[in-house]
């Protein structure tokens, strides 16, 4: 029989990633299916049961759920439980292992796709829900010589940093307390660009050979990448890549079988 998988989330629309497992699934002999799952904001646990009592194997989770997901795991990967976010989820009977492929994915694209050194850089990440907490880890594991967290809700982003002080030091605040400030990374965590919108960062932000990396991806630029072209960013990026990364991992996870993401992320930019 073939097993199934999916991706759940809300808006779910606009996601590649059943395109991408599907290709993963090619390139690897991997007898499964997977498709796309719109959750009702309120009934993220149900959807997720009714999906697993169905017979499926594992869901990968994106915006707004990644929290909800976390709480639901009954068990959870180091990553995932000091993350405080899960985007991967695998059925194991009636248990459900969380896990967090974010991260990874996101320092294997802007390290090894886009060429880019985080060791010894400034960098900046914008936003404090889970998108955020995802990849906080991996990136001080790459020893940056400074790591910022901003939100809009201040005292979130310092929840975060407190979080993660024993992993490495962390700085905190609003956007307002970025003036004067240069960064070397300016990561996007925020869902600003899913409802075309930009985070009130300072003009002056972006540090000379500075790479802006949203987390988002799309057609074209999104807000936050058209801002940084106008003001100083040498370098842009969407999320396509760490969406691309970030997928082999959970597939690795639920598989045992890591495919090449070269290829995908190929096919998906030439559509």
Known sequence: MTDRY??????IAHSKSPLIHAEFARQTGQDLNYTSL??????????????QAAGGKGLNVTVPFKQEAWKLATRLTPRAELAQA???????????????????????????????????????????????????????????????????????????ARLFLPHGELCSGDYA??????????????????????????????ASGSLAYDMMYGKGLTPFLQFAQTNGAAQLADGL???????????????????????????????
Do not use: Y
């Not at 999916?6 to 808006?11: E, F, K, R, T, Y």
């Open 38 to 51: 719109l959750a009702p904001l309120d009934a993220f646990a149900r959807c997720v049961r009714e999906f």
């Open 241 to 271: 890549g760490m969406l691309v990364e970030q997928a082999a991992e959970s597939f690795f996870l639920w598989r045992g079988v890591r495919p090449d993401t070269r290829p995908v992320m190929a096919m998906l930019k030439s559509l």
């Open 177 to 206: 307390s970025l003036a004067g400030q240069h960064f070397d990374l300016v990561i996007n965590a925020t869902s600003s660009s899913l409802h075309d919108e930009l985070p009130p960062l300072p003009d002056k932000v972006f």
């Open 6 to 11: 999916a991706v759940i989330g809300n808006p």
């Open 86 to 160: 899960v985007n991967t989820l695998k059925f194991e009977g009636e248990a459900i292992l969380g896990d967090n492929t974010d991260g990874a994915g996101l320092v294997r694209d802007i390290s090894a796709n886009l060429g880019f050194a985080i060791q010894g850089k400034r960098i900046l990440l914008m936003g404090a829900g889970g998108a955020a907490r995802g990849v906080i880890l991996p990136l001080l594991e790459q020893r940056p010589a400074l790591f910022a967290i901003a939100n809009r809700t201040p005292a979130r982003a310092h929840e975060l």
